[in-house]
């Protein structure tokens, strides 16, 4: 199985912009288990919104946030010549987690903002190489909140001690301007120097090969140390003894954690076996599921977001979250085909480094088809033991699967209902927006400012009322070279020419909502949002895909 990447852009010929329904959501959930959450155990969720500003070092900086009534965020992050548009996911614990982009609409990184006594804490998270949260990218911000009385402050203070873990030691004083100190391992000392921004620190330390660069960040009493793509977690040197057990604590922490029902082999077939008190979902693409009455559904715009109402939250934010996600098979027919499982391996390693398989595929069954689940699990940089779940099927020529992701006390708990919601997949007809159905084209030119060099594109995009749909492109290019002498004088001229064609490319639709979903006769799959608008004969239709700008399309054959 091929992963989807968002595509092209106005103006490229052929491209089609494809956005696998399973990107986003995982990895904002990622923000709290790999980078630590800002948010307290049972903070309420106080609005967000409002204008913040914190004194940079290149002049002020200022934070807009917008809270609608359902608690989604939109605002931007504004400073010297710098400005990102943020769009946000409200969490269970208050807190928002998202993503900042430039005024282009170009990925710029994660986010996550919370109130934090009387400050708003908006941490920047980067993203590595494939695209995932890396939290050895964290920069804080911390803003005072009107009427709290209390000011930002660009540093927590919470570095000067020592800590350990067992194999490195790291002793760290505050000085005039920033940090000092040594990181000991195997005998060795190493001196270094850091600055540290809210509960982030980023120095060098220097051995007799050179300098290396290191960051810090505090997760609660302990500190996580990342260097040269290695982590460890510290423990503060008072923190290292032993306690008595507490014997009103539960392990895992949570008051409300319920005993995991026993796995059994005979599996709910076509939906939950006990109380049918459940709500139905149904997708546009025709895909759908049961779910308990007392969870809450939310439609991301590339997954589906399911929260249970006693969620376990921890210091470090949310401690469980339920995904369903899906993209195109790949002309895969069978769940257990071997590409598979290599795929969500492959795809697991990236998205959580730390966890690996954990036993051989369970075989399922959704009430129509066949189905297998894969386990992860491992330990995160914070010290958390999590687990990964995926039930997966394939329904359409989409590869559906369930994901659960958490601690693993929780993901045990919930092991029961999980494998419910999965036996209740189905697929059945999906729906079609007439105001879709059409023929569509686009067209564009691009020239060089000098009108040297030239692009046009030529696109045209069929969406039949049975539920077929054809795509094809064109392009021509053209450019003029001249050389001169020492005069300035022309002394030759010369040209090239050139056209490119894609298609046509044939595929099945659905849409409704503003979503439009193709699956291609390969086994791939695209998605846009869509408006059209204009009276039938002169219709304009909006496509805009995964982090392209919209392109307009006119009515016409």
């Known amino acids: 199985m091929r992963k989807s990447r968002p595509e092209g852009v106005a103006g490229d010929a052929g491209k089609l912009p494809k956005r696998p329904l399973c990107a986003l959501a995982a990895r904002v959930f990622l923000l709290a288990v790999l980078c630590g959450g800002l948010a307290n155990p049972g903070q309420s969720a106080e609005s967000i919104g409002g204008t913040y500003t914190i004194q940079g070092g290149k002049g002020v900086v200022t934070l807009i946030l917008q809270q609608a009534a359902d608690g989604k965020v939109t605002g931007s992050l504004k400073g010297g010549e710098t400005t990102f548009l943020l769009n946000g996911i409200p969490q269970p614990d208050g807190s928002v987690v998202g993503t900042a982009t430039t005024e282009q609409g170009q990925f710029a990184s994660y986010f996550q903002a919370a109130h934090l006594g009387g400050q708003l804490a908006l941490d920047l998270i980067g993203a590595d190489a494939t695209g995932r949260p890396d939290a050895a990218k964290r920069t804080r911000l911390a803003f005072s909140v009107p009427g709290s009385g209390a000011a930002a402050s660009p540093d927590s203070g919470g570095f000067t001690g020592t800590f350990k873990d067992g194999e490195l030691t790291f002793e760290s004083r505050a000085t005039g301007g920033g940090y000092a100190g040594t990181i000991n391992m195997g005998g060795q000392n190493f001196p270094f120097t850091a600055n540290a921004t809210g509960e982030t620190m980023t120095g060098t330390f220097e051995t007799k090969d050179g300098k290396f660069e290191f960051t810090a960040i505090m997760h609660g009493a302990n500190l996580q140390f990342v260097t040269g793509g290695t982590t460890y977690t510290l423990a503060p040197q008072a923190a290292a003894q032993p306690r008595p057990a507490n014997p009103l604590a539960r ?208 696109r045209r995009f069929r969406l039949q009322a049975d539920g077929t749909c054809y795509w094809s492109s064109s392009g021509e290019n053209s450019g003029t070279f001249k050389g001169t002498n020492s005069l300035g004088e022309t002394t030759w001229t010369g040209g090239v020419a050139g056209r490119s064609g894609a298609g046509p490319k044939r595929g099945q639709w659905s849409a409704a909502n503003g979503s439009l979903y193709v699956l291609w006769g390969d086994g791939s799959a695209s998605s846009w949002d869509y408006q059209v608008t204009g009276a039938p004969g002169n219709r304009r239709l909006i496509l805009k895909g995964s982090g392209a700008k919209p392109d307009e399309w006119i009515e016409g054959k």
């Open 251 to 458: 392990a895992g922490g949570f008051k409300n954690a319920a005993p995991a029902k026993p796995d059994v082999p005979a599996l709910p077939q076509g939906g939950p076996g006990e109380g049918g008190n459940w709500k139905v979902f149904q997708h546009a693409t025709g895909l759908s599921m049961c779910y308990p009455a007392d969870w809450t559904l939310t439609q991301l715009p590339n997954a589906v977001q399911l929260v249970p109402p006693d969620v376990a939250t921890n210091a470090m934010g949310p401690a469980e979250a339920y995904f369903v996600l899906a993209q195109g098979a790949q002309g895969v027919t069978l769940p257990d085909d071997p590409r598979v499982i290599q795929y969500f391996n492959q795809e697991m390693a990236k998205l959580v480094p730390f966890l690996r398989p954990s036993g051989q595929a369970e075989h399922l069954r959704t009430g129509t088809a066949p189905g297998i689940l894969l386990t992860w699990e491992g330990t995160s940089p914070a010290g958390l033991a999590v687990r990964s779940r995926m039930c997966v099927t394939i329904l359409k020529g989409y590869a559906v699967a369930l994901l659960a992701l958490g601690d693993q006390t929780r993901i045990a708990a919930r092991d029961y209902t999980v494998r419910e919601i999965f036996a209740s997949f189905a697929a059945g007809a999906g729906e079609r927006d007439p105001r879709v159905a059409g023929a569509w084209k686009f067209w564009s030119y691009l020239s060089s400012a000098d009108g040297r060099f030239g692009t046009t594109t030529d």
